[in-house]
């Protein structure tokens, strides 16, 4: 098998395949600034565009129309810089804004990110650096230096703390390529010039430097064609070792004799520094020694452009073919290959330490045994520290360490071992554990703090438990981070952080035992259990406790208050499933505190407790009231109320309100009785309060049942207001009168409605009132006025009649004068009393009230009075007229003159008495109807008939003649005979014309008209009449109408036509209209009502007027007389109606005339419309010259709508002229496909560029197979993506698709080119030309739509294209799954380990297994290489040892060993076994232990080979089977074996077994190994009892020689020791001070920060001072 190189090489894609232009791919033109984006400025078909790569996003491309000289991505994120001239702008692509921009003085000649927020800029003379955040511009860092002047800068580095900078450029010089460089110090602000190509800066962490190293590496090739890498430090750091200069020879093939470094990389992860030269080559070297580890060709094409691959440690660039590659040391073979062909041991230790690579274990333990064995214990804890992935750092390594004996004065080894690990980092969790042990017992917490928090320490439960027992908050911290919830819940609880025990439980999802936890902070911290309780219950998610629980345990701690304080909170949402806990509450407050639980319930929040139980024990408590609230038994009721003093009375009035009517009633009977004078004002409370539910009557009883008028008046006084009972009123108005309250009872009688006035007026006369108000009240109220009068005269209290008809109420006087009258009353008392009445009164009643008794007269004084006061009451005046008329007192003069009495119901009074004075009184009021009875009723028509003349009034006209009327005939002749001839206002004999009209009366009109009219009369030439005569002829006789018009010459010629127009007299109507020279209308008679058209034009020739002609004209054109009607219209000279007149000459076609017509409209009126309907008749009459002239000429016409009017009517000459004149290229090119100028059509259509245009002049090419112009026509159709479709159906429903995949090939390369046109062409070419497929779709991939062509190609079985789009739309599954189903045709398999590693159906992976087992058995174990890391390894070994392919798979399987899978061990074991490779299988079992060791190792012990039952014994032994394992080792004589195992067992007795047994074979070289190997545990007695019985003792003899050697020097120390200790006895005082002074001192200039013994200790007389804890 070749070797494996130690490098990871990976080519990322390929950008011409990506599309991108070969000639766009080089240093001017692509960009790469980091691992996740390449920029690339190209240009297609003229246009410039900037193309972006995302290596992160499945090499997503996107491209955007950009003019720049430069473009730069940010490393990481989506954001772009441009450069064009000398003008900067960052973008952000995410969200489109504009970051920044800036405009620089000079021209930028390079440029590049330097980090995630500054750019670098390098111009002819300076280096700038711009942030792009904040507002500020580049700020300029350094001049340049002048040798690099003329140079090309091709790259820029600046150190990480910015204070070192490198300008890299090259030029050409006698043949070559030099390289320039300008190093810069910030600080000393100085700079450097450098003949070097390529240059990068570092860091690298030395051993035993407290801080990182800072380096700047440089390589050069010079004229001679030497090359260096030099690799120097800058900006030493105090307390670091000095780093020596390391100056190595870059090593150049010699066909590679022009070849020059051009980029530099540094690896941070390895300390490696990747070269890149200009031919591709690729040189690795180690960053602190120097050494070249690998060098190699990676690509035949110049690599112009690198950077740093952060995600693998490697470089990632780009050559000129557009290959993007990255190389990166592969982890698993580096160390192995610097071991095997570096032979540096040292080297690889130190990579392998550095990165935690593999590899290098074997070595790295071999290396601290021997460290350790030699006791170089600094060394062997700095390798164990330093080991990769902390193999050594393991419990048996601090064992090791400290069981090692700590040298006088000085840190144990262990100590110092862990204070060096603390120095290269932190410390595991065997670690940790041990290093806290000295520091807690030396009290020094904050140290151990302070490791906690720059996380030095690796907690565990088992340090946090250590810890609690010195500090219970350091020890939460250590559970917190080592993730053990019930001991951080515990540690919250101690440290009273009760808070954060709930967050963190349901943080880390935990449910700690709350009850228990409640109890335990109820013992220690009682001020908190409640608040703990209330997080605990009020939780969101629910409560975490029953409440039960937490009361039980405040409880058991007598709690009572607390417990109390929880329950109210928890019970305030008053639930019903809470009542028993409610019932809870209260009773052990009711039993130990009732003052407490009278609050509660005086709160009102708990409803659902015992009411029964609480209520029996607040009448235990002596909380009587509360006891009431809860009784409804009327016994406890009764039993209780006896207590009512105890009681708030507010609350016991409502507390009625509980209890039934009858309840009630009794509890208030009783009160009553008990003490009336005491409990009156509570019980009236109660009536006031219940009066509705008790009812008043029940309630006037009681209190009357205990005479209490005082009682009553309250209580009935709070609900008369808003009662409608009558007896509560009266009963009311009785307890006022009788409790002295004589105004309450008068406001009650006056503003009350509901009492029996009857009884109360009974009442109040009863009662004899020294103030009658309330009786007067009543009476004058319900109307007992009458007996009110005689109750007040016969008693004598005439003052109260005074005060009655004067204060009280004046409107009454009528009733009291009537009633005074009555009693006999006499005439001047009531006269006197009358005149004393000041208020208003009704004077009719009043009148009424005397008529009724006729005693009228006697109210004249009082009348007169009023109207010599100026009264103007219509009563007054009417009681004077009737007066007046009574005693004849000249009535007739008042009537005729006074205004203020009411006409009707004087007029009424006087029918029987006088009609005459009746007549008077009706005219005067204009009482119509009244007077028209009268004046019928006694014959009296003459004043009947003048009155209807003047009154003018046509209802009452209609009222007189209508049919029915008896006396109509008589009201007419007198009419005529009297009433009119007697009249000379024309208004009345206009209006009693309109009478007769409107009564239907034409013959008596036309008789009352003609002897007005027509005979000698002041109305002869009265125009309303002669028009009214007319009319009234022309309704009732025709006849008459045209010698009244022959007759008569005032009338309204135009009205009484119309009138005869509508009466159909035709004729009479025209005679009228000629009579009175109206021709107009004369001629639309004739033409609308006569109909005769031509006896029209005869009186139109006769009269020749315009107006005639036009209507005539007009005429003739209704009734489609197309040419006369024109005729009439010139002749009118009127081209107003032109709309009119065009519409029906086109309907008749008669467009000859319509041009007369129209030519003379547009020379009286230049409207667009006369002037478009010319150019239109002009088409339609052929006259194509007039109208050619009629264009040429100013016009105003619409000669678009002409045009489309001409081409709809298929006269395409016309049209064709007309979208010539107006360029109207649209209209024309379709008009000249119709005339088959096809050429014609397509150069218009090119004018109009209009997409409906080219659409229809392509159909038309197509089907003419004119391809060319039809492909002309479809590029510039298909750039519109919604026209596509159509148009590849119209080429495809003729089936020219030769011709249609052309058309689509040449709009690629439009720049409208769209994903459509891409997308189209593909799906074509699926099905008409697929050799072509494949190509078309590495090209344009990224434009097309993946998910219609994939239908495409499943369609048309191209299954290679169809594998190749699945993998770029990134349906990897689907990919794989054509793959392997179409393999003949799609599979290949470097292209098919790509896929199946990005499948997200891990089902793939073991289909995919089959799939090569079955077709490709060869390369499965290159397809697992792939798939490791996805892959279940347990399932694939079960998948190939179902079929028996187990060999298959081997060089997988030993590549996936290291990860120790049970299975995979087996598997291979088998193989080992069956290959009978022991060798293999011995290193396997050694370095994997996740194996069944028992079942191989009694497999093995039978097998046939030695090695094979050797490798059993050494199963055995490591399953610490001592006995077995040596036992086998026996068996095959493997002695040496058999004494390794007895050594290791560390079993004296098993050892002493193998001396015997070797003693007993008679093999005395065993023996005497025997005791070199086991030394540690033979018995100095056993072994000499042995030797000298079986003659050994020669064999014996080193092993006796060196123990007495250990003895004597074991006794010369001792010797030594107590000689020391006496003299130091001697001096004990001092001796005690200077070992304490000699002990280490903790404390912050310690640089280990390791614990020392407790200061202060007290030692022990005569032992030497030891460190504790070890």
Not at 117 to 125: A, D, E, M, P
Not at 457 to 468: A, K, M, P, T
Not at 897 to 911: L, T, W
Request: aromatic share 8%; with cysteine; net charge negative.
């Amino acid at each position: 098998m070749a070797e494996q190189l130690p490098i990871k090489f990976q080519e990322h894609t390929q950008l011409q395949s990506l599309g991108v232009n070969a000639a766009s791919i080089g240093f001017s033109t692509l960009t790469l600034e980091s691992e996740r984006f390449i920029c690339v400025r190209e240009q297609v078909n003229g246009t410039n565009q900037v193309v972006i790569i995302d290596l992160a996003n499945n090499n997503e491309m996107m491209r955007r129309p950009i003019t720049a000289d430069s473009v730069i991505m940010h490393p990481t994120t989506k954001v772009m810089a441009l450069k064009a001239s000398r003008q900067l702008q960052v973008f952000n692509l995410e969200t489109k804004t504009k970051v920044k921009s800036h405009l620089m003085p000079e021209d930028i000649i390079f440029w590049k990110w330097i980090d995630l927020q500054k750019i670098g800029l390098v111009t002819q003379n300076a280096v700038y650096h711009w942030s792009i955040e904040g507002t500020s511009g580049p700020i300029k860092v350094f001049d340049r230096h002048t040798n690099l002047a003329g140079c090309q800068i091709i790259n820029y580095r600046v150190s990480k703390d910015e204070k070192w900078m490198v300008l890299v450029g090259i030029s050409a010089q006698q043949g070559r390529v030099v390289g320039s460089m300008q190093l810069y110090s910030k600080d000393r602000g100085v700079s450097q010039f450098i003949e070097g190509h390529a240059a990068a800066f570092a860091s690298i962490q030395l051993e035993d430097a407290p801080h990182p190293t800072k380096l700047f590496a440089f390589a050069v090739r010079t004229a001679t064609g030497d090359s260096k890498l030099q690799i120097i430090e800058v900006d030493h750091s105090e307390g670091n070792p000095p780093f020596q200069k390391k100056a190595v020879e870059i090593f150049f093939p010699p066909e590679a004799s022009q070849d020059f470094p051009v980029s530099m990389q540094v690896g941070a992860k390895y300390g490696v520094i990747y070269v890149v030269t200009k031919m591709g080559f690729i040189h690795i070297y180690d960053l602190e020694t120097g050494i070249c580890l690998f060098m190699n060709r990676i690509s035949g094409d110049t690599m112009f452009v690198t950077a740093d691959h952060e995600s693998t440690s490697g470089v990632i660039g780009v050559n000129k073919k557009g290959q993007v590659l990255s190389v990166t040391l592969d982890e698993d073979t580096i160390v192995p290959y610097i071991v095997n062909n570096l032979n540096n041991t040292e080297l690889a230790l130190k990579l392998a330490g550095r990165a935690g690579l593999a590899g290098a274990d074997d070595l790295c333990v071999s290396r601290f045994n021997q460290l350790f064995s030699s006791g170089a214990y600094d060394d062997a804890a700095k390798m164990a520290a330093n080991s990769p992935r902390g193999i050594l750092r393991t419990v048996d390594t601090i064992e090791r360490f400290r069981n090692l004996p700590a040298a006088p004065n000085q840190l144990s080894p262990i100590l110092k071992y862990l204070g060096l690990l603390l120095e290269k980092g932190g410390l595991n969790r065997y670690e940790s554990l041990e290093m806290a042990k000295p520091v807690l017992q030396q009290n020094r917490q904050p140290l151990l703090e302070r490791w906690l928090k720059e996380d030095k320490l690796e907690c565990s439960e088992e340090l946090g438990d250590f810890v609690r027992q010195f500090d219970s908050k350091l020890a939460l911290s250590v559970y917190l981070r080592a993730s053990v919830p019930h001991k951080v819940v515990l540690c919250f609880a101690e440290n009273r952080q009760y808070e954060k025990i709930v967050a963190y439980a349901k943080t880390v999802g935990y449910t700690p035992d709350y009850s228990s936890l409640l109890y335990n902070i109820a013992r220690s911290d009682p001020d908190k259990t409640v608040d703990f309780a209330h997080t605990l219950i009020n939780d969101e998610n629910g409560p975490l406790i029953e409440a039960d629980k937490v009361v039980d345990v405040l409880l058991s701690q007598n709690m009572l208050q607390q417990a109390t304080s929880f329950l109210l909170d928890y019970l305030k949402n008053n639930r019903e499933e809470d009542a028993a806990l409610q019932t809870r509450v209260l009773e052990m407050n009711l039993t130990h505190a009732p003052q407490v639980a009278d609050a509660i319930l005086g709160t009102g929040m708990l409803t659902h407790y015992d009411r029964v139980a609480i209520g029996t024990l607040c009448e235990k408590a002596g909380l009587h009231q509360r006891a009431l609230e809860h009784f409804t038994d009327i016994h406890d009721i009764k039993r209780v109320i006896p207590y009512t003093h105890t009681m708030n009375a507010e609350w016991l009035v409502n507390y009625f309100g509980t209890l039934s009517v009858d309840q009630t009633l009794d509890c208030l009977k009783e009160m009553l009785n008990l003490n009336l004078r005491q409990n009156l004002q509570v019980v009236v409370q109660v009536a006031i309060k219940y009066s509705e539910q008790l009812q008043p009557h029940n309630l006037i009883d009681l209190l009357e049942g205990f005479k209490s008028n005082e009682g009553l008046y309250y209580y009935l006084g709070s609900i008369v207001n808003v009662s409608q009972d009558p007896l509560v009123h009266f009963k009311y108005i009785q307890a006022a009168c009788r409790t002295g309250n004589v105004r309450e009872a008068e406001r009650i009688c006056r503003e009350s409605n509901y009492y029996d006035a009857e009884k109360v007026k009974n009442f109040l006369k009863e009662a004899r009132l020294s103030d009658q108000l309330p009786l007067i009240i009543v009476c004058d109220r319900f109307g007992f006025v009458h007996d009110l009068v005689l109750y007040l005269y016969h008693n004598n209290l005439q003052k109260f009649i005074e005060v009655y008809v004067q204060k009280v109420n004046p409107s009454r006087t009528p009733e009291v004068i009537g009633g005074l009258l009555d009693v006999g009353c006499d005439e001047d008392i009531i006269k006197s009393l009358l005149l004393s009445v000041k208020g208003e009164l009704d004077v009719g009643k009043l009148c009424e009230e005397v008529e009724q008794r006729n005693r009228l007269k006697l109210l004249l004084p009082w009348l007169n009075m009023r109207v010599t006061e100026g009264s103007q009451d219509r009563q007054v005046y009417n009681a004077l007229a009737k007066i007046y008329i009574d005693t004849n007192n000249n009535p007739e003069p008042f009537l005729k003159e006074n205004e203020f009495y009411e006409p009707r119901i004087i007029g009424k009074y006087c029918e029987k008495r006088d009609p005459y004075l009746a007549y008077i009184a009706y005219e005067k009021g204009q009482c119509d109807y009244e007077l028209i009875h009268i004046t019928s009723e006694n014959a009296m028509f003459k004043h009947q008939a003048r009155y209807l003349v003047h009154r003018r009034d046509l209802s009452l006209w209609q009222y007189v003649l209508q049919e029915n009327n008896e006396n109509r005939r008589e009201v007419i002749d007198q009419i005529v005979a009297t009433a009119l001839p007697e009249c000379t206002d024309p208004e009345d004999v206009s209006l009693t014309v309109k009478a007769f009209m409107a009564a239907d009366l034409p013959n008596e009109l036309i008789e009352l008209l003609e002897r007005i009219v027509l005979e000698q009369s002041a109305f002869n030439d009265n125009k309303t009449l002669q028009n009214l005569l007319i009319f009234t002829a022309v309704k009732a006789d025709h006849t008459k109408v045209m010698d009244y018009v022959s007759k008569l010459d005032n009338f309204d010629a135009p009205d009484v036509a119309e009138v005869c127009i509508g009466e159909n007299l035709f004729e009479e109507a025209f005679a009228i209209f000629k009579k009175y020279n109206v021709n107009g209308d004369a001629v639309m008679v004739l033409i609308d009502k006569i109909g005769d058209l031509d006896r029209a034009y005869e009186f139109a020739e006769r009269c020749d007027q315009s107006d005639v002609w036009s209507k005539l004209a007009k005429a003739q054109l209704d009734n489609m007389r197309i040419k006369e009607s024109i005729d009439s219209y010139i002749r009118a000279n009127d081209t107003s109606n032109y709309m009119e007149v065009t519409r029906h000459a086109e309907m008749d076609g008669k467009y000859d005339d319509l041009v007369r017509f129209l030519q003379l409209a547009r020379k009286q009126s230049r409207e667009p419309y006369i002037e478009t309907e010319l150019l239109f008749a002009y088409a339609k009459t052929d006259r194509l010259t007039d109208m050619e002239e009629f264009i040429g000429s100013p016009n105003i016409a619409e000669v678009q709508q002409v045009g489309d009017r001409c081409f709809q009517a298929h006269m395409l000459e016309a049209a064709k002229i007309l979208y010539t004149s107006i360029s109207n290229h649209a209209s024309l090119a379709t008009t000249l496909v119709h005339l088959n100028d096809y050429q014609g059509a397509v150069d218009c259509a090119r004018k109009a560029n209009s997409t409906k245009v080219w659409k229809e002049v392509n159909t038309v090419c197509i089907g003419q197979q004119e391809f060319r112009l039809a492909k002309i026509c479809g590029l510039h159709i298909i750039v519109h993506a919604e026209e596509l479709e159509q148009v590849v159906q119209t080429y495809e429903n003729n089936g020219y698709f030769e011709q249609l995949i052309t058309l689509l090939e040449d709009g690629l390369g439009l720049e409208r080119a769209h994903m459509g046109m891409f997308t189209e062409l593909a799906v074509l070419y699926s099905k008409y030309a697929p050799e072509k497929m494949m190509e078309h779709l590495k090209l344009f991939v990224s434009r097309i739509n993946i998910p219609k062509v994939i239908r495409a190609c499943n369609d048309t079985h191209l299954w290679r294209e169809l594998v190749f789009l699945y993998v770029h739309y990134d349906e990897f599954d689907n990919a794989v799954q054509a793959m392997m189903d179409h393999a003949s045709d799609s599979w290949e398999h470097s292209a098919f380990k790509e896929i199946i590693v990005k499948v997200s159906n891990v089902e793939l992976y073991y289909k995919a297994l089959r799939f090569y087992l079955n077709e490709q058995p060869m390369l499965l174990n290159d397809l697992l290489a792939s798939m490791v890391p996805r892959i279940n390894h347990t399932r694939v070994v079960q998948l190939f040892e179902k079929s028996d392919n187990i060999p298959l798979i081997r060089s997988y399987l030993q590549s996936v060993q290291h990860l120790n899978n049970k299975a995979v061990n087996s598997a291979l074991n088998e193989l080992f076994i069956e290959e009978e490779d022991f060798d293999s299988l011995r290193d396997s079992i050694d370095h994997y232990n996740n194996i069944d060791t028992i079942e191989i190792a009694q497999r093995l012990e039978k097998h046939e080979l030695l090695e094979f039952r050797r490798i059993a014994a050494h199963l055995y032994k490591k399953n610490r089977r001592w006995r077995q394992s040596i036992a086998l080792s026996k068996q095959d004589r493997l002695f040496k074996d058999a004494m390794d195992t007895a050594a290791e067992s560390k079993d004296r007795e098993v050892a002493e077994e193998l001396l015997g047994y070797f003693i007993e074979i008679g093999r005395r070289e065993c023996f005497a190994a025997m005791l070199y190997t086991c030394y540690d545990l033979m018995r100095p007695d056993i072994v000499m009892e042995l030797s000298w019985r079986h003659g050994l003792s020669d064999f014996s003899m080193p092993y006796m020689i060196n123990l007495l050697h250990e003895q004597t020097s074991k006794i010369s120390i001792l010797d030594k020791d107590v000689e020391e200790l006496k003299q130091k006895a001697e001096k004990k005082e001092q001796e005690s001070d200077n070992a304490q002074s000699m002990q280490p001192v903790m404390g912050l200039g310690n640089p280990l920060m390791l614990a020392a013994a407790p200061t202060g200790a007290t030692h022990m007389t005569m032992q030497t001072p030891h460190f504790t804890g070890f």
